[in-house]
């Protein structure tokens, strides 16, 4: 578990635990742990086991079932987490306030965020892929997190590894979502674009009141790095895909 722990801005270990899943070869499917992208089910269970493992037995945890929309859902309420082994949920953003639950996304070039507000106490996940980003997730996500108290000027906030603009080349009908942000793309000679997802959730963040020290880009490119993480683009539509997590201590 300690390697999946890349990000440096939440106090690890101490109130929080969070962090992105890698290729292990001792597993299936190099340890891709998505149920629906193709794979033996029975076998991402097992590597799902392997997950499990790594956090103490009190732990819950609520995946989805990614549909690239807008959708966070609240699930402060819940009391069952049947989501170690399967996906129930379909939406791309979930938020609580409960301690002990793991919220996490699945990623192979889409990046998420993850953010924490201390002391409101309550953690929020979502996949953002630039159909996501597109239809500003990131805001959805926080404004969830306000009604639990969240304070923009203290949320920590982790941009996971995903695509980044030496990467990711994308038509206009992509670019065309965000004209707002011209530092988030470069038009290549073919007419085509190098995009940086990253980008735009970054300065959107900065947008509502985050504050610069208090957000970690992942410099990790998922097409750069294909020997830690699954690329859809570069493993030419791989169903592999990797885990980011975020949970607060019991
Ligand atoms: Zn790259």
Redesign the pocket.
Known sequence: MEKWNIYDIFEQGESIIAGSTQKDDRFFYDFSLSLYAGDDKEKIKSNREIFREAFPEEYGLVSFYQIHSDKVIDISEYKSFSGWLESDIEADGIVTTQKGVVLATLGADCLSLLMYDKEAGVIGAAHSGWRGTAQNIAKNLFETMQKHGAKAERTLCAITPG??E??YEVGSEVVEHFKKYPSSFTKKSNGKYMFDNAEVNYLRLLEMGFKKENIEVSDI?T??STERFFSYRKESGCRGRFMNYIAMKP
């Open positions: 695509i980044r030496c990467c490119c097409g750069c």
